[in-house]
């Protein structure tokens, strides 16, 4: 596949870098990738694995929504997918319960990624996937 | 694509690391031939990009048809390999970056200017690994997405 070249480094690498986004950045890049959501959720397909890493920067500084290599086809606002996967930490409450996911998986996503850039780290961090599994599940923020 | 991205059951395998790349020309399998008394490449990354280097020839098509064709290939959502635009239309410049299905290059339509990012993925890899539908949706959505925000396919071969 020849894709576009995206001479700015994923958002991951910028994020270690600088530890945390200031809030209008954060605003920024944030506000780019929902429209870049909204436009995937209205093709019927559902992403499943928005994380900082897969968010890329183009020469201008603008993100690039990248890596489909887990994206779903024709889900529709009422259907699931079944299979269990993404990146632990960003993994939604349903995906965890076995539930199927929606397009709303993305949009829980959008949420842990917003607060991965302006905390440093994203919602519920541990080294430990059961214990982070758990607070997914079930603690408050 | 990044290490640790979980995938569900069927995607999981452990066959044996396959050398076989995205190329039509069958030398996939082949051992990168390094000549005699050249010293051997340091990292892994710049074999990596011997091996890639040597399996291309020349390119099909003179660069200046590329363009056009590429225009009728966007119109037709067709492959690139059908309008003979192929691996071997590419100059390869460096690695970007590389996960457990492929890896991804930094190259340039031979004779342009306009830097582009290859992903190669290993078809005999993700075929043994039931994983084929992942990419082919991959590279179905991105025909279709036609975004500011969202990383645009120029070609698939």
Do not use: W
Request: charged residues 25%; glycine residues 6%; contains cysteine.
């Amino acid at each position: 596949m020849i894709l576009d070249y995206c001479s700015g480094c994923d958002l991951a690498y910028h994020l270690n870098k600088k530890q945390i986004f200031e809030e209008e950045e954060a605003k920024f890049f944030i506000a780019e990738v929902i429209l870049a959501i909204s436009y995937i959720h209205s093709l019927d397909v559902i992403y499943r694995d928005l994380k900082p890493e897969n968010i890329l920067i183009d020469k201008d500084g603008h993100c690039r929504l990248a890596d489909f290599g887990l994206a779903k086809e024709n889900i529709g606002e009422k259907d699931f997918a079944k299979s269990f996967c993404g990146s632990p930490a960003y993994l939604p409450p349903e995906m965890l319960y076995s539930k199927g996911v929606s397009k709303a998986a993305d949009i829980y996503q959008i949420g842990a990624v917003l607060y991965e850039f302006l905390v440093g780290f994203p919602p519920y961090y541990t080294e430990n996937i059961k214990e982070l599994y758990n607070s997914i599940r079930s603690a408050r923020l | 694509m990044s290490g640790n991205t979980v995938t569900p059951p069927d995607r999981q395998g452990d066959a044996p690391a396959s050398r076989a790349l995205l190329s039509s020309d069958g030398k996939s399998d082949n051992a990168p031939s390094v000549a005699a008394g050249t010293e051997e490449p340091k990292t892994k990354f710049q074999q990596d990009l011997i091996r890639m280097k040597e399996m291309q020839g020349r390119a099909e098509l003179p660069p200046d048809e590329i363009e056009p064709m590429r225009k009728a290939q966007v119109a037709l959502l067709d492959d690139g390999a059908l309008l003979g635009i192929g691996f071997k239309s590419f100059d390869i410049l460096e690695v970007l970056g590389h996960g457990a299905f492929g890896k991804v290059f930094k190259c340039k339509l031979k004779g342009k200017e306009e830097e582009f990012a290859m992903k190669v993925l290993k078809k005999a890899f993700l075929y043994r690994n039931k994983h084929l539908k992942y990419a082919i949706t991959e590279c179905n959505i991105l025909k279709q997405a036609d975004h500011p925000y969202v990383i645009k396919m120029h070609y698939s071969f």
